[in-house]
């Protein structure tokens, strides 16, 4: 069994900051990508921010030179510090982990877990 624990969500005013963490736990073997997702109310989920093995990121225009991403990978946890946030970023924010396990000592490659999300609420 694989869990992801997320944490750091809340609230905060307009040019505010926030970071969020989310440790994965479990039968782990190795862990490739991990990103940080979004959704806002009666929209569709959105990439926020992804991270590779060798920690190549990828970023949504939106957050571009805002928010950053990084993990530790002694520690199975992927980061978003979020800075200079906006009402837009409104958003429950879910991560995203893409990993080797066992099961049952059987080798299991590329699953993919989310977490159970944090939500976030910027205020003007």
């Known amino acids: 069994q694989v869990q992801l624990g997320e944490s750091g969500g809340g609230s905060v005013q307009a040019g505010g900051s926030l970071r969020l963490s989310c440790a994965a736990s479990g039968s782990i073997i190795s862990i490739d990508a991990m990103g940080w997702y979004r959704q806002a109310p009666g929209k569709q989920r959105e990439m926020v921010a992804t991270?590779?093995?060798?920690?190549?990121?990828n970023y949504a225009d939106s957050v571009k030179g805002r928010f950053t991403i990084s993990r530790d990978s002694a520690k199975n946890t992927v980061y978003l510090q979020m800075n200079s946030l906006k009402p837009e970023d409104t958003a429950v924010y879910f991560c995203n982990v893409n990993l080797d396990r066992w099961e049952d000592r059987v080798y299991v490659p590329h699953n993919y877990y989310w977490g159970q999300g944090t939500q976030v609420t910027v205020s003007s």
């Open positions: 991270i590779t093995r060798l920690n190549k990121t």
